[in-house]
């Protein structure tokens, strides 16, 4: 399984990015999307997770309102949306995926998933 992040950048605090994840899985609706960041010096924490169906979602805290997660099985693509971003935004985004045995389990932890993309940057300047 191959995991390929994109679409990270240098943007300005309150403004939109989306992130892109091409994750190599059959079938996709048996695979859990999720994203985690690391931010400098700090540990890699969840950011958000979404079913193998597609119709369950969570999100930490943090990020609940501002950031959506979402996925096309058909491209078998998962996205960030992050909008209203802050500083604290800035990290480096991990994908990652992990084959589940029904399409609606969701997971929000990182010993949970198997499988971990590169990571992208995002840089938020206040």
């Known amino acids: 399984v191959q995991l390929q992040a994109c679409g990270g950048g240098l943007v300005q605090a309150g403004d939109s990015l989306r992130l892109s994840c091409a994750a190599s899985?059959?079938?996709?609706?048996?695979?859990?999307l999720g994203w985690f960041r690391q931010a400098s010096g700090k540990e890699r924490e969840f950011v958000a997770s979404?079913?193998?169906?597609?119709?369950?979602?969570r999100y930490e805290d943090s990020v609940k309102g501002r950031f959506t997660i979402s996925r096309d099985n058909a491209k078998n693509t998962v996205y960030l949306q992050m909008n209203s971003l802050k500083p604290e935004d800035t990290a480096v985004y991990y994908c990652a995926a992990s084959f589940t045995s029904s399409t609606r389990v969701v997971l929000a932890t990182a010993r949970a998933y198997k499988y971990w993309g590169q990571g992208t940057l995002v840089t938020v300047s206040s």
């Open positions: 979404i079913t193998g169906s597609g119709d369950i979602t």
């Open positions: 899985v059959r079938p996709s609706s048996h695979y859990a």
